[in-house]
């Protein structure tokens, strides 16, 4: 396997929930190390940035209220597999969907509130952190 850094977001509900350490252990748990963490409140343009894959969706303005709720914590991960792994152990977006032992089959109380986002792919990565951190 080819080591690997991914983008995690922990979206406002995680943070209002008290969530984050149990995600945290999580990514730690699986021999990941974070090795980027910064909290912010994101804004309108930073939204349209980020999710411009999905603006012309009908859901849109509900994500893009929903993350302007409260503060995010942006989180680079790297290690073994982190892309793909990332996205195994969040689990679906559908929560009806998502497993148990998952981070969304777990915790997360409706689709509309998923708790955490990770990257999809290499060049998603490469883009997110460049939104978040500036790098």
């Known amino acids: 396997m080819t080591r690997e850094r991914t983008f995690v977001m922990l979206k ?22 974070i090795t980027e963490a910064k909290t912010r409140q994101l ?13 012309d969706k009908p859901y849109f303005l509900d994500v893009f209220n929903y993350m302007l709720s409260g503060v995010v914590l942006g989180i680079i991960v790297e290690g073994e597999d982190t892309v793909g792994g990332m996205r195994r152990i969040i ?15 777990d915790f997360a109380t409706s689709s509309a509130n998923s708790l955490i986002h990770a990257s999809r792919s290499a060049e998603q990565v490469k883009k997110e952190i460049e939104i978040f951190f500036g790098v």
């Open 91 to 105: 689990g679906s977006t559908v929560i009806e969907e998502a497993l148990p032992g998952t981070i969304r089959g």
């Open 12 to 33: 406002p509900d995680c943070l209002k929930r008290g969530l984050v350490g149990n995600v945290i252990s999580r990514i730690e748990n699986k021999g990941w190390h």
């Open 43 to 55: 804004n309108p343009a930073f939204l349209y940035d980020f999710y411009d894959h999905i603006k």
